[in-house]
């Protein structure tokens, strides 16, 4: 804990906790930096970092590589979401792209003709889903809906519910490759991060996402194509999502139908809203959820660290998710600070749930 | 607008229809008399193991000329129960289930005898305190793969191993069962220890995963062998000791449970140590009992499917046998 990485490390991360003292970003990055801090002190080995055949090899770098997945699908999710949607299909289409990518690897493609094509087959479905959601007004969970079920059907129809595996070693390179040390996945969330950032920041788009997700009508009479705009967001997200799908299956060399992507969707919604966007639409924080997406998989490897037994292993997840929903809470911040001094927070939040559940007894 | 409502929901309805994946895969082949109809809820399409299990079934009941309603749960009991209940509403003869977990499952047994249906239990058991709500079990024996892996690991190491364990679903029967097995035989063994146990979901990229998180712990050098409740943890374990230059095989003495054809490959590579059989090709034996039920014979409460074990030294010969 002593080592001059680790103070190094912790000085680094105290200075972004400072610089975004004002920012909505810091109280998931405070959680995560409790988290570490945790880690670091209880957990032996989490912290060791060394050099393998050429790249960093550790407990923080397999944090990195495996959070890539959700980060990938996040971004495209922060967008959706930002719109006032949200797209409950990405699961599907992670396993629709690996599935397409790896009969296509075995049918011989070369591996970028086979990226390409799992690619494109996302692009349509994330359009189907911003054809029902913008082009004809379905509600988004019962529009995305239709391709959370029927997707994963799908997939296993590409793979004749079989798992079909590759060795093409650029495919295999996505997600086990390292660029400069570091996790190629790495880099895949830097570039779509940038990319994102430089579409939805550096032009007018971030904020006609921000407008219709805020107020659809009033931005559609000041002249924005709100139809557009969210149809934009689904095609994104399903790309997001065959992004992901591609290093699932490259992840373990082979195209895993039934679960690639599973519950994807749900741990994306929670990276997004653990970053600060709110589910209601509006404002939307890409590094938010990029922090959320890391604190998600910083727990998960936890759990694993520490040997906690999977039957359990939900409990300390949900508490901790809890407790970051809470932070994000401006009202729930007020109630504690201002309870503080004469009671304990939760004593009160226990006393309102006991108060709350005889009426629903009540009530069924 | 509404001719596009229509069309979306005509849509709908096409796409959720290969969601569900409900299939009639055989109709009674003509012959007098009142056709059989069987339901058979499967679990999923996990793995290969499923898909052969799924195939066994199929086959068998076409080639009999029985008509098979065939639902796949995708992993969920909810669609499972939906499944159920959809049998007892076609009134069908026989309804076989493969359960996804091994509990909750009184409510709907019991609707389902109170139609006067006979269920018959396949792959993993349910834990339910009325004997009569299933004429029987076919099934592997989980408890007896876990002592057979034990066994084997015990002769092969001579009875010294620091074992990490990659274990399956929590809550399922296998892998349940196949740790009490285990333990059971590496209680005689008092220099045979499990050092590290987490579960893998029974899939590689948890498989991997996981085995990642193992070889990056401080008393990660101590572990020289590793137990997989099933091969595609396994394979996705070797993958994780490979990328951290550790080699799968001879530096950690791998053995897993299924005998999946990819494992008889890694086998043969010589990455994996050795692999207990759990036979999916139950088609056959399923189809003699549902027969059997339907005749009012008397049926054992439990049939044992047959099953070996293999190592690498059977590995080769075995491999152009494997069809799944």
Redesign the interface.
Known sequence: MFNITHISFWIVFAALLFFTRKQRILWPLLALALLLLFNDIFTPGFFNLELREGHLYGTLIDILKHGGIVMLVSLGMTLVIATGGVDLSVGAVMAVAGAVLAQAAINHQSPFVAMIFALLVSLVLGAWNGLLVAGIGIQPIVATLILMVAGRGVAQLITEGQILNFTDATLVYIANGYLLGMPFTCTLVLVLLAVTYALTRGTALGLFIESVGDNDIASRYAGVNSRFVKFIAYVFAGFCAGLAGLVAASNIKSADANHAGLYAELDAILAVVIGGTALTGGRFYLLGSIVGALLIQTLTTTMYARNVSADIAPVPKALVVIAVCLLQSDKARRYFTRLFPRRNPPAAMTETLTAAAPKVEAGS | MKK??LL?SAL?VA??G????ETSTSEPSGGGGKSVSVGFSQI?????WR?AN?QSIKDEAQKRGIKLVFSDA??KQENQIKALRSFIAQNVDVIAFSPVVETGWEPVLQEIKQAGIPVILTDRAVDVSDPSLYATFIGSDFVEEGRRAAQWLADKTGGKAQIAEL?GT??SAPALDRKKGFEEVLAKYPDMKII????G?F???KG???M???L???DAKQITALFAHND?MAL?AI?AME???VKPGSEITIVSIDGVK?AFEAMTAGKLNCTVECNPLIGPQLFDSIDAVLAKKDLPRRIVVQEGVFDQSKAAAELPNRKY
């Open positions: 596009l409502i979306s709908v796409l959720s290969c969601g569900k994946k999923g399409a996990e793995s290969a898909t799924s995708q992993q274990v929590p809550g590290k146990s987490q579960s979901d899939t590689r990229a991997k995963e996981v990642e998180s193992f990056k712990a401080p595609d996705g993958q990328e951290a230059g990819a």
